[in-house]
């Protein structure tokens, strides 16, 4: 079903004169606090040029929703106007239907680009790049090329990186930025600039953040992506790769509280959605914590002969859990960075189970001051086996706070190694998986000191 207005709807008048000669980010920003139809029909009265800009900006909020919301004979002009790559994100937040009534307005030749992007899955270096890049063939001259950088400069991504290509092949020779261009004259051979090395460049299905990595460690402004045969399929931008990142270091911080990942600001997201995003975890989350209760009720006799061990099982689960989502977060962030691979998760419990130890030893020897001075000045009596009931306090908490280190550092390679996000491994899941295993630790640790005494 058509799903295109024919016509923009009503428009406010006042936003629309505050907004008509703004710059396209301060545009972005005020129609991102508006609702979508108000925003939708701003858009359409703007003029076609400030129009695709503004769609141009990956700030924009529901762009998708947006673009459905102009009027149909504008829908192929705003596409065909925007950045190849930028116009894939945007159809990319629809669905399958929207997206293919979309592209019936856009003629041939700007269709088929925007289609290949789509194909490449979300995420790689493929649905990043743009298409539209300079190349030129390897026997030309610099006075050529700049003739011809100012002849398609207006309908490229940028023109700061010169793709020097083999005229029979296609393939990718050297790549020449533009200030060794300017530097050479203009009868000079364009490959006598060029730098011997062979050009750095990534496949379409690289994950974005070793392209990000990539051009980190390389300084670059922008990286090639080439095909087996090693013909450029398209560039991805050093702004691109900003823009993804962004888009994923705010999904993680999502993931690290137990929320799906969210793409749209707080304030304009739906009731549907919210309650979407943020139930599933949650119940997830919940049934792991009714194995924390099996736990408690497996250990009911042991809890009935000496009750005074229940007052510190919040305090031995939240140290078991914060440990855990400590390695979790330190972990999570340097498998993102590169600084460790799949193959280092040994060297990694190495390292965390003697830091877990001495962690653990630090706030278990807090407990046990905690508790002494308690029992020494008469706040609360811990009865006539308050010593062992401290030392069973502190030999738990080094046993649950090392398990908790452990357990948060493997988690990630485990998730990794299994193909999804390791930022899945967040706070909250990390601290329901050491919750059920701290309170078996503990009470384990608590039949050891304790039998012949208390239980």
């Known amino acids: 079903m058509e799903?295109?207005?024919?016509?923009?709807?009503?428009?406010?008048?006042?936003?629309?004169?505050?907004?008509?000669?703004?710059?396209?980010?301060?545009?972005?920003?005020r129609l991102n606090e508006e609702d979508a139809d108000t925003a939708a029909a701003v858009l359409a009265h703007l003029p076609l040029e400030r129009a695709i800009d503004t769609f141009d900006r990956p700030e924009l909020s529901r762009a998708g929703a947006l673009l459905q919301g102009q009027p149909a004979g504008r829908i192929g002009e705003i596409l065909k106007g925007m950045a190849d790559d930028r116009a894939a994100d945007v159809l990319r937040e629809l669905d399958g239907e929207d997206r293919s009534q979309l592209l019936?307005?856009?003629?041939?030749?700007?269709?088929?680009?925007?289609?290949?992007?789509?194909?490449?899955?979300?995420?790689?270096?493929?649905?990043?790049?743009?298409?539209?890049?300079?190349?030129?063939?390897?026997?030309?001259?610099?006075?050529?090329?700049?003739?011809?950088?100012?002849?398609?400069?207006?309908?490229?991504?940028?023109?700061?990186?010169?793709?020097?290509?083999?005229?029979?092949?296609?393939?990718?020779?050297?790549?020449?930025?533009?200030?060794?261009?300017?530097?050479?004259?203009?009868?000079?051979?364009?490959?006598?600039?060029?730098?011997?090395?062979?050009?750095?460049t990534v496949h379409a299905d690289?994950?974005?953040?070793?392209?990000?990595?990539?051009?980190?460690?390389?300084?670059?402004?922008?990286?090639?992506?080439?095909?087996?045969?090693?013909?450029?399929?398209?560039?991805?931008t050093v702004d691109d790769v900003i823009d993804a990142i962004l888009a994923e270091g705010s999904e993680d911080v999502q993931?690290?509280?137990?929320?799906?990942?969210?793409?749209?600001?707080?304030?304009?997201?739906?009731?549907?959605?919210?309650?979407?995003?943020?139930?599933?975890?949650?119940?997830?989350?919940?049934?792991?914590?009714?194995?924390?209760?099996?736990?408690m009720q497996h250990f009911e006799d042991e809890l009935a002969k000496a009750v005074v061990l229940t007052l510190f099982i919040p305090l031995i689960m939240s140290s078991g859990g914060n440990s855990g989502s400590q390695a979790t977060s330190l972990l999570i962030r340097a498998l993102a960075l590169g600084q460790i691979r799949l193959r280092d998760w040994w060297r990694v419990a190495l390292r965390e189970v003697?830091?877990?130890?001495a962690l653990g030893a630090s706030l278990g020897a807090i407990g046990l001051l905690r508790i002494t001075a308690w029992q020494q000045f008469g706040i609360f009596d811990y009865g006539p086996h308050w010593q062992l009931i401290a030392l069973t306090v502190?030999?738990?908490?080094?046993?649950?706070?090392?398990?908790?280190?452990?357990?948060?550092?493997?988690?990630?390679?485990?998730?990794?190694?299994?193909?999804?996000?390791?930022?899945?491994?967040?706070?909250?899941?990390?601290?329901?998986?050491?919750?059920?295993?701290?309170?078996?630790?503990?009470?384990?640790?608590?039949?050891?000191?304790l039998r012949g005494t208390l239980l």
């Open 3 to 29: 799903n295109t207005r024919t016509a923009p709807g009503a428009v406010d008048l006042a936003l629309f004169v505050d907004l008509f000669d703004a710059h396209a980010a301060d545009i972005v920003t």
């Open 104 to 200: 019936r307005h856009v003629d041939f030749d700007s269709a088929w680009p925007l289609k290949r992007l789509l194909a490449y899955p979300e995420g790689t270096a493929g649905s990043l790049m743009s298409t539209e890049f300079v190349a030129v063939p390897a026997g030309y001259t610099v006075g050529e090329t700049l003739r011809h950088i100012r002849e398609v400069e207006r309908s490229r991504e940028t023109v700061y990186a010169i793709h020097v290509l083999d005229p029979e092949t296609r393939a990718l020779v050297r790549v020449v930025t533009l200030r060794q261009l300017i530097t050479g004259e203009a009868g000079d051979a364009i490959l006598d600039l060029a730098p011997e090395r062979e050009p750095i």
């Open 206 to 236: 690289m994950d974005r953040e070793d392209v990000a990595r990539l051009i980190s460690i390389h300084d670059l402004l922008s990286v090639p992506v080439v095909n087996a045969k090693g013909q450029v399929l398209g560039i991805v």
């Open 255 to 295: 993931k690290f509280g137990g929320v799906e990942g969210a793409t749209e600001p707080y304030l304009t997201t739906g009731f549907a959605a919210m309650y979407r995003k943020r139930v599933g975890w949650l119940c997830a989350l919940f049934i792991g914590e009714m194995l924390t209760a099996s736990a």
């Open 354 to 357: 003697p830091v877990g130890i």
């Open 394 to 449: 502190g030999v738990g908490l080094i046993g649950i706070v090392t398990f908790g280190s452990l357990a948060g550092s493997m988690l990630p390679f485990l998730l990794k190694r299994l193909g999804f996000d390791p930022a899945s491994a967040s706070a909250p899941f990390v601290a329901t998986l050491v919750d059920v295993t701290g309170l078996v630790i503990y009470f384990s640790v608590a039949l050891l000191i």
